[in-house]
């Protein structure tokens, strides 16, 4: 069965997680979860707290080998100077796509669900689905990086939504 997803007002998506300290059967069985609910939900990426836990755990598809893949205490080491704005949509907020700009190409290192040391050199969607969900670790939504003035159209044209996001 698919998980709860959390919506934008829920205070989880604010707060910093904390780190990964123990690769154990239940990290394993967290991890098998967030990747079946992100599939049933038909997203390309989901993180741990969408799911309302607060851990340094992402899981995304990998389009070019197929594959869903987990990362654990993610950390960007690497960023492109070249950017690009494309549009994005987020489990959290049903419905809404933004158009983001964010870097073509960057490098993380985490660790797998194992404990075994991983190393990715993502390019443009992947590059952007790994940005959008670190930034969900860090209580960064992307409505976040939205530039100052299409914040403010945003807000104008989606009264309802003012009270939620800053
Ligand atoms: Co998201």
């Known amino acids: 069965m698919a998980l709860e997803i959390k919506k934008f007002n829920s205070p989880v998506l604010r707060k910093k997680t904390v780190k990964i300290e123990s690769f154990n059967n ?62 994005e949509g987020c489990l959290s907020f049903p419905g809404i796509y933004l158009k983001i700009k964010r870097s073509l190409f960057i490098k993380v290192k985490g660790y797998d669900v194992n404990g075994n040391k991983v190393e990715i050199e993502a390019k443009e969607v992947l590059s952007r689905i790994l940005q959008h969900e670190i930034d969900h670790l860090n209580g960064i939504l992307f409505f976040d990086r939205l530039s100052f003035f299409k914040k403010i159209k945003f807000k104008i044209k989606n009264r309802g939504f003012n009270r939620y996001i800053n």
Not at 47 to 52: N, S
Not at 57 to 85: C, T
């Open 26 to 87: 239940k990290l394993k069985e967290t991890v098998l979860e967030m990747k079946k609910t992100m599939i049933e939900k038909e997203g390309v990426g989901l993180a741990a707290p969408q799911v309302g836990i607060s851990k340094k755990i992402i899981v995304f598809i990998d389009m070019e080998k197929q594959e869903v893949k987990e990362l654990i205490n993610p950390i960007v080491i690497q960023r492109g100077r070249k950017k690009d704005i494309k549009e």
